[in-house]
């Protein structure tokens, strides 16, 4: 996941900005957004937390590993249109449920 999020800054420089944090060291949010996963990606705009519908059922973060950098980028760029519309709940262009991947 590292890998793919130092490759993309570049690319999504213009509307997106990406910060590492470790939850140890800053716990105020752990709580509230249940951070405990090794990796967890969230979005947020104007200081607001904005939730990314992407069938899992989770809609304020994603807690697995993206392999492909395209769709990392896709998803960060329905999220910043959204955002941008006032909209708090995005969907994802991509569902992420279990049912499609039998």
């Known amino acids: 996941m590292d890998e793919v999020l130092s490759s993309v800054a570049e690319t999504i420089k213009n509307f997106a900005v990406i910060y590492l944090v470790d939850i140890t060291e800053v716990p105020d949010f752990n709580t509230m957004y249940e951070l405990y996963d090794p990796s967890t990606i969230m979005f947020f705009f104007r200081n607001k937390h904005i939730m990314i519908d ?6 304020n973060k994603i807690n697995w590993a ?4 395209q769709e990392f980028i896709d998803i960060v760029e329905t999220v910043y249109r959204g955002a941008r519309k006032g909209r ?3 969907i994802a262009p991509k569902d992420y449920s279990t049912k499609y991947r039998y």
């Open 54 to 59: 992407l069938g899992t059922g989770n809609n």
């Open 66 to 69: 993206l392999k492909d950098k």
């Open 88 to 90: 708090g709940l995005v």
